[in-house]
């Protein structure tokens, strides 16, 4: 059980959330334009590092120490599946279609949560998970074939999309319990410094490409270390610690409105006509395996009939 949370609480874990929405809509639109300079190795490792120094500097600036030992397998999890493979992943998926189609495809990460959580949980499976994961599904599948017109390359991008959702889910069930130990802090910098760890095979990347890139891309790079990185992952520990995973995951429900309109303001592009077909049916899904059964409401009989009731006894 959680504990209640004060007014001033909820304000704050609202806060974070807003924080965390709005920056990593923005990392969608900054991803697609710095990957023309960038191989999604070498940005996810730029954008490690930056996120890497930034996050140890404040953990050394407070001294909050090492996580304990009962944090560490999250800790290690989120760090290689989320730092790690979902950013290789998404920036190989946006090297082939657009921020906002990414975004979308990527947001059936909650419904992914809600099925490891039956798994690995012991949550059980309920008719509206089973339901929201076959809308979801078929929504992927729309939005496939929507990129289909690009050839296989299109195709590819929407399954590396896919493997982010995956591994971002996956990272999150098993980051709930790290934060039982652990600070968001400290959750947050250890895993960035694990996921930097695990994308250094790129350095050599990184370097050459940094040389050639104009000074804006590796701008970009460093933004997407210290804002979408650093600063929301962990308000998104910091609020993940005041709710559940599920929950947290229903936030992300607005990520792509806000993608799509970032994408055609900045970027002058916007997914094909058929793919907003197929990420509604996304985030359909998600809302689906999310909502919970009404409660029927005794109806309560009038009072009028009842004092005459009352009387002819």
Not at 186 to 205: E, H, R, S, Y
Not at 244 to 269: D, F, H, K, N, Q
Request: one cysteine or more; hydrophobic letters at 50%; glycine letters at 14%.
């Amino acid at each position: 059980m959680l504990a209640p949370v004060s007014d001033g609480g909820r304000s704050r874990t609202l806060a974070a959330v807003s924080v965390t929405v709005l920056a990593w809509a923005s990392a969608f639109v900054v991803i697609r334009d710095a990957g023309r300079y960038f191989d999604p190795g070498a940005l996810a490792l730029g954008r490690l590092l930056a996120g890497s120094l930034v996050l140890g500097a404040v953990w050394l600036a407070r001294g909050e120490g090492w996580p304990p030992r009962a944090a560490w397998p999250g800790i290690a999890g989120t760090g290689v599946l989320w730092f790690g493979v979902y950013m290789v992943a998404l920036n190989w998926g946006e090297r082939h279609v657009d921020a906002g189609t990414a975004a979308m495809v990527v947001n059936i990460g909650p419904v992914v949560i809600a099925l490891l959580g039956g798994w690995l949980l012991h949550e059980g499976f309920p008719r509206r998970l089973l339901a929201g994961l076959a809308v979801s599904f078929a929504g992927a599948v729309i939005v496939g074939l929507s990129e289909s017109g690009g050839g296989s390359a299109s195709l590819l991008g929407v399954g590396m999309c896919l493997l982010a959702a995956v591994s971002y889910a996956t990272a999150v069930v098993g980051q709930k319990p790290a934060l039982r130990h652990a600070s968001a802090l400290q959750v947050t910098t250890f895993g960035c410094f694990i996921g930097t760890v695990a994308t250094l095979p790129f350095a050599g990347q990184l370097v050459t490409q940094t040389a050639a890139a104009p000074v804006s891309a590796t701008l970009m790079v460093v933004y997407l270390g210290v804002v979408p990185t650093a600063l929301a992952f962990t308000t998104w520990a910091y609020a993940l610690t005041r709710t559940t995973a599920g929950r947290m995951g229903v936030t992300t429900y607005i990520v792509p409105a806000i993608v799509v309109l970032m994408s055609w303001v900045i970027l002058g592009e916007t997914p094909r006509p058929l793919a907003y077909l197929g990420g509604a049916l996304c985030l359909a899904g998600v809302a689906v395996s999310r909502g919970r059964k009404r409660r029927r409401t005794p109806v309560l009989p009038d009072r009028r009939r009842v004092e005459e009731l009352g009387a002819g006894r």
